[in-house]
């Protein structure tokens, strides 16, 4: 008897899940992971990973006896401007600041829908913006720049 997918969409998600994995187990396979006692910077990626793959795997598992959407045409839109956001942060965050990145990271993200209403987009930047200083700068007092082109360092 041969078993169809009944749920495509789930299967390319699940496999997408499997292979994002693979990926970060490849690249964090260098770090150590330490013990549960005393972990090391690989122990985090590794978990990670680990569940991650096994997400992949139960999507994959379960698209084959519970019914769902077809694969539907893919936009690049939305991956496109999520990834130039993180770009964007990643460049701006130290010569410019966080003031003018997480703001600049909101909006950019808010181009990966159509949906997106502007006046929302605005506050949602601010709120981020001010909630992001105050939890990297002043609760853990990362020495992340808030804005070294006005304030200083």
Known sequence: MKKRIRSPQDAAAGLLLVVLAGIALWGGAQLSTGSLG????GMLPLGLAVLTGLGGIGLIVASFFVPGLALERWHLRGPLFVLGAAVVFGLT????????????????????????????????????????????????????????WWIGY
């Not at 005393?38 to 910077?41: D, F, I, L, R, V």
């Not at 987009?121 to 992340?144: D, E, H, N, R």
């Open 38 to 41: 005393q972990m090391g910077p």
């Open 93 to 148: 965050v130290r010569p410019l600041g966080l003031i003018v990145a997480a703001p600049a990271v909101v909006v950019i993200s808010a181009l990966a829908s159509s949906e997106s209403r502007w006046i929302e987009t605005v506050v949602f930047a601010v709120v981020m913006t001010v909630l992001c200083v105050g939890l990297f700068k002043y609760l853990l007092g990362l020495p992340i720049p808030l804005a070294p």
